[in-house]
């Protein structure tokens, strides 16, 4: 019994803004929280009210910023560092690494414009690795909102850890995701319930692609599970384990590279508990050659419904104990 039969069409609000709007509300009544931007322009505009002296623009300086970050953390503040993923995952990796996460400080990257969100603007700006390099570092949290409507509650349960976190977020509104009830840190929510196979997805559009594939699947009398997975690292293992059953296999759906992203880390959990065949679908292992928008590149890289589904029926019809 499937427990949601399809996403809604219309757009909602960016996380982003959200992530924004919140900001600008908490900033007042959380004395240890400080906003270090880098001329991102999301700020542009927004009352702090009595949290204004706490805001500061640093510039296009990402390294400089997460030095700053790490200084105001042992100071007992706690730190929000706002970049594009693109930069956060490379150019200022190096300085996550040694001054944040080898410290296991409080501060919150939240990098914007991910994936392919900047599609426009080129692969200079694509964040195709980002959770990648920073699920691999100690310490760290990674997370990675489904929609606008989940994101201020990630948000408010990431800042009350005391640790580092990525908090990944897109550039555009995309559809909001079926309600599933509040998302917990660490938790997946099932948006679905099948029998015959299990598509765990992250990120709006990957999670939106595995739901309108399981319809795809249904009307080919075939049963899919959907796992929405929004905390990479941690990863809820027991959730995959539930999901799966006795199946015998599972996709992964992401809006990332294959190597080292969501489904690596799947493959790595449940390669510790269990064999079970992981198919992983993600953008191709090469640079998105040309610029275009968030959907449209993720079609051309596969990351869609009907690739889902394909996938879907390949692998039941040639995994060991397959019933098609």
């Known amino acids: 019994m499937s427990t949601v039969t399809a996403a809604p069409p219309a757009e909602s609000r960016s996380a982003r803004e959200v992530y924004r709007d919140a900001v600008a509300a908490l900033l007042p009544v959380q004395e240890r929280l400080v906003v270090l931007d880098s001329d991102t322009g999301l700020f542009g505009g927004v009352d702090f009210g009595t949290g204004a002296e706490r805001y500061v623009n640093i510039g296009i300086a990402e390294h400089t910023l997460v030095g700053a970050a790490a200084g105001l953390a042992?100071?007992?503040?706690?730190?929000l560092v706002n970049t594009m993923a693109a930069f956060a995952s490379s150019r200022a990796l190096e300085a996550v690494k040694l001054d944040i996460a080898l410290g296991n400080l409080p501060v919150l990257i939240a990098a914007t414009h991910s994936g392919v969100s900047a599609g426009h603007l080129g692969p200079t700006h694509h964040a195709l690795e980002d959770l990648a390099t920073l699920r691999v570092l100690p310490n760290m949290t990674v997370v990675v909102p489904g929609d606008a409507a989940q994101t201020e509650e990630l948000l408010r349960q990431a800042l009350a850890l005391d640790g580092p976190v990525y908090f990944r977020l897109g550039r555009a509104a995309t559809p909001a995701l079926p309600a599933a009830g509040p998302p917990q840190l660490g938790k997946a929510q099932i948006l679905r319930r099948g029998t015959d196979i299990t598509l765990a997805a992250c990120g709006p559009y990957p999670v939106l692609a595995a739901l309108e594939a399981a319809?795809?699947?249904e009307r080919d009398g075939?049963?899919?599970?959907v796992l929405h997975l929004h905390t990479v690292k941690p990863l809820d293992t027991p959730a995959l384990l539930d999901a799966l059953g006795d199946q015998q296999a599972l996709i992964t759906v992401e809006e990332h590279w294959g190597a080292g992203g969501f489904g690596s880390a799947v493959a790595e959990e449940?390669?510790?508990v269990r064999p079970v065949q992981v198919h992983r679908i993600a953008m191709p292992d090469a640079f998105v050659p040309v610029a275009g928008s968030q959907?449209?590149?993720?079609?051309?890289?596969?990351?869609?419904?009907?690739s889902v589904a394909e996938r879907a029926r390949r692998t039941l019809s040639t995994s060991q104990g397959g019933t098609r």
């Open 74 to 79: 042992r100071e007992g503040r706690i730190p």
């Open 215 to 217: 319809g795809i699947l």
């Open 270 to 272: 449940l390669s510790a």
């Open 222 to 225: 075939i049963s899919a599970s």
């Open 295 to 306: 959907r449209l590149l993720l079609e051309q890289g596969g990351i869609c419904a009907e």
